[in-house]
């Protein structure tokens, strides 16, 4: 485990350049506001086949000039927004979303701020989507909780 990983959510300041075999964690809230301006909402992850260059370059727009962060926490949110939007085209990950709605895009965030990320090789549809079950199992039963409405 590096430096700036922590056992927990709560991220550690990054100072100096980002390594791009293991972007820092960033918050969940950093991740999800990068996702919203892409976006509009967190649930749209189903439509991340969707989004073009020209989307991307809005959100780092934004993140540049409205974003009160510093430089590094800027760089890893977008490193890892783009690394969060590939995972999602995955099936494995589309058929969690489609299954498990809301809930599970939230569980994908959540995993995607947090876990070990190296830009040449991105996130992990299988690591991601064992993340994400976890995340929906009922701590009572240990069974994934139910499916979301058509």
């Not at 990054?14 to 960033?26: L, Q």
């Not at 919203?36 to 727009?61: H, N, P, T, Y």
């Amino acid at each position: 485990m590096t430096s700036h990983m922590a056992t927990t959510n709560t991220p550690v300041p990054v100072y100096g350049t980002i390594d791009p075999t293991d972007v820092p964690v960033v918050a969940v809230r950093e991740l999800a506001t990068a996702l919203k301006v892409l976006a509009g909402d967190v649930a749209s992850l189903a439509r991340a086949a969707e989004w073009s260059e020209d989307d991307f370059r809005r959100v780092e727009q934004f993140f540049w000039q409205r974003f009160p962060r510093d430089r590094q926490r800027k760089i890893a949110a977008l490193v890892r927004l783009r690394s969060l939007v590939a995972v999602c085209k995955a099936r494995r990950m589309q058929k969690l979303i489609s299954e498990h709605g809301a809930a599970a895009a939230q569980a994908i965030v959540e995993a995607a701020a947090s876990m070990r990320l190296n830009t040449s090789f991105g996130f992990s549809p299988v690591k991601v989507s064992c993340a994400v079950i976890d995340a929906l199992k009922d701590p009572q039963t240990g069974l994934v909780r139910g499916v979301a409405a058509a």
